[in-house]
């Protein structure tokens, strides 16, 4: 089954207490576009963070706010950052590195919560029924192209209220040669 590609790139999730930390008591994230998982967007708002290597200026926040604030980066942006993240599946975050994100009325210094994002497929109860997968399984994805990859170990997540995408990030999809012309993967059972 063919599966659309999405390239995540560098990001941050807030709780609501963080996100007044850095912006203001009572503020609300203004949607830039939404995603395309239903219910989520890309926010106006972006935020710095600080590592003990060095800074990434302008990172993206996503909405809506969610019980705890994570960010995922790239390995090239966590080699920038001089941090050594996890690899893990979002929301799984203890023992991550913690980070500094700063905003403009507020920074804060988070204890944990620094991810690579494990390469997900995201998709609903009916399709994976018709490929025989539940959630939590791993199949594999291959991008075929120029730069053909055949990615292992992607994590299967079922929700009704997902629309087919896998979602990997900068660092994956260039070595995958993902672009324009070829945004889609072949699914392996």
Not at 33 to 50: D, M
Not at 54 to 62: D, H, P, T
């Amino acid at each position: 089954m063919k599966v659309p590609i999405e390239i995540s790139a560098r990001h941050v999730h807030l709780s609501k207490p963080d996100l007044e930390i850095l912006f203001g008591q009572g503020f609300a994230l203004a949607k830039l576009h939404n995603l395309s998982q239903t219910g989520q967007f890309a926010s106006e708002q972006t935020v710095s963070l600080a590592g003990p290597g060095g800074a990434i200026e302008r990172v993206r926040i996503l909405g809506p706010c969610r019980g705890q604030t994570q960010v995922e980066v790239s390995e090239t942006d966590a080699r920038k950052l001089g941090l050594n993240p996890p690899v893990r599946d979002s929301g799984n975050l203890a023992g991550t590195h913690g980070i500094k994100i700063a905003g403009p009325v507020g920074e804060l210094e988070l204890k944990q919560g620094v991810i690579l994002a494990l390469r997900h497929i995201h998709i609903d109860p009916a399709t994976a029924a018709q490929l025989g997968v539940k959630n939590g399984d791993r199949v594999k994805v291959d991008t075929g192209g120029a730069r053909d990859l055949l990615f292992e170990n992607v994590l299967v997540r079922v929700d009704p209220s997902f629309r087919l995408a896998m979602h990997i990030d900068t660092d994956e999809a260039n070595a995958a040669g993902i672009d324009e012309e070829n945004r889609e993967g072949e699914i392996i059972v």
